[in-house]
């Protein structure tokens, strides 16, 4: 038996540093031993099969992370969540997904669960009408006027809000389109 997991890879291909391209990744993955491999954008997305008993997400992960620190000589943080997680991700959702644009709705994705007294802490009342919901091993985040210019975006960033934790945020465009590519077939 197989399943399907989608890849995460955190902070590779931008400004020009940590070039990961997607053709020599899915070379890896299948060196690897997996199968089905695709790739989704530039930005280190990608989706497998892999054998029930490869010992889950973490297993599947730290696999990668060591394939590619061998093949590009840089270690990259990676996230694997299978398809029914991200289905369940893409369900919880505690914003209106089908009325906001893609940029407009992000899910950040943790390696585990966030500090609750380090999230309480945020001024949430200073970033309206931005906000953030927190779900399983996720920070959903609704940014009307887009992540980059986001205020709530700059304080998630700060290194100890999530701290010993791996987090990387793809918008909710990119997450539909995993939840597709991980269906079971």
């Given at each position: 038996m197989t399943a399907r997991y989608a890849v995460l890879l955190r902070g590779i291909n931008v400004g020009g540093a940590r070039k990961v391209p997607m053709a020599r990744l899915r070379e890896?993955?299948?060196d690897l031993g997996y199968d089905d491999v695709v790739t989704y954008l530039q930005s280190g997305n990608a989706v497998l099969s892999a054998p029930t008993d490869a010992g889950g997400e973490e297993a599947v992960a730290a696999r990668i992370e060591?394939?590619?620190e061998k093949a590009f000589g840089f270690r990259v943080e990676t996230l694997v969540r299978d398809g029914a997680h991200l289905r369940a991700v893409a369900d919880a959702c505690p914003f209106p997904a089908a009325e906001l644009q893609g940029k407009q709705l992000h899910?950040?994705?943790l390696s585990g669960a966030p500090d609750a007294e380090r999230l309480a802490a945020v001024d949430t009342a200073a970033l309206l009408p931005e906000e953030f919901r927190t779900g399983d091993r996720?920070?959903?985040?609704?940014?009307?006027?887009?992540?980059g210019?986001?205020?709530?975006?700059q304080v998630l960033a700060r290194p100890s809000l999530f701290q010993g934790l791996v987090a990387t945020t793809r918008n909710w465009n990119t997450v539909a389109k995993l939840v597709e590519m991980t269906?079971?077939?």
């Open positions: 890896v993955l299948a060591a394939g590619i899910v950040t994705f996720v920070l959903y985040l609704y940014t009307p006027d887009g992540l210019r986001s205020r709530l975006a269906r079971e077939r």
